[in-house]
């Protein structure tokens, strides 16, 4: 099955890979449920990941996604990210990296192009809408605020019950709807909207092909599944 996934990507004039958490499991990410250990147990994820949690307790939140940062920094990419970033440098303009993760792997891996649909956890944006004080006047804390007006600085990630981010959103389904091969890697298929692009590239005539150890519910529009770990797997078909 490799030859014939090779073959694919071969000629594939666009390609899309959609990748989720069992990229990064391979390099030692754990979950967010997974990371929830010691202090951080007896907290449920509405405690953590929404903006209410936050305006309430935003020290609580903020030193959780400190923790989780800590964590992220000690693992590195695999030969999976690697691969593919290898993959688009070699090939401009072919390949597509659309994630789930939130932990800036491919990014260190040099694909700095990827749409993150869930951002990136090692980045910070504004609670509020940014004021003309704020960008001056950052003051450190748990978390920093602005020392005028009070702004907050928040983790530049989608909580639960935010939208994603438009524009990446946007690109990620243009290249779901143009892709003539669509990757889908380590994810388990059950986030939507981001689970539905590998919908909408079968609806739209592109190959899907699902690498995961495990059966997913997006096995149903592959083409081929092909049930190995992504540091194995994709080093292996894009070399």
């Not at 990064?24 to 994820?45: I, M, Y």
């Not at 779901?176 to 380590?186: A, D, F, I, K, N």
């Amino acid at each position: 099955m490799h030859e014939t996934v090779r073959g694919w990507i071969h000629e594939a004039r666009s390609i899309a890979v959609l990748t989720g958490a069992g990229m990064s499991a391979e390099s030692g990410v754990p979950t967010f449920r997974a990371a929830q250990t010691g202090l951080w147990s007896q907290f449920n994820p509405q405690d953590l990941a929404t903006e209410a949690a936050f305006r309430a307790h935003p020290q609580r939140v903020w030193d959780w996604y400190a923790h989780r940062r800590e964590m992220i920094a000690a693992v590195q990419p695999n030969p999976g990210h690697k691969a593919l970033a290898s993959f688009a440098e070699r090939h401009p303009g072919r390949l597509t990296l659309i994630t789930h993760n939130v932990d800036g792997l491919h990014q260190r891996a040099g694909q700095t192009d990827a749409l993150a649909l869930h951002g990136n956890i090692a980045e910070d944006r504004w609670l509020d809408a940014l004021r003309s004080c704020c960008a001056e006047n950052i003051e450190a804390g748990h978390p920093p605020r602005c020392s005028v007006c009070g702004n907050l600085r928040r983790p530049a990630v989608v909580w639960f019950g935010e939208s994603l981010p438009a524009d990446a959103l946007e690109a990620a389904e243009n290249a779901s709807r143009q892709c003539e091969l669509m990757l889908v890697v380590g994810t388990s298929g059950e986030v939507y909207p981001a689970a539905g692009l590998a919908f909408t590239a079968h609806q739209s005539g592109g190959r899907v092909v699902v690498i995961n150890p495990e059966h997913t519910p997006l096995d149903a529009v592959a083409e081929l599944c092909l049930h190995e770990p992504a540091a194995v797997c994709l080093p292996a078909l894009l070399a």
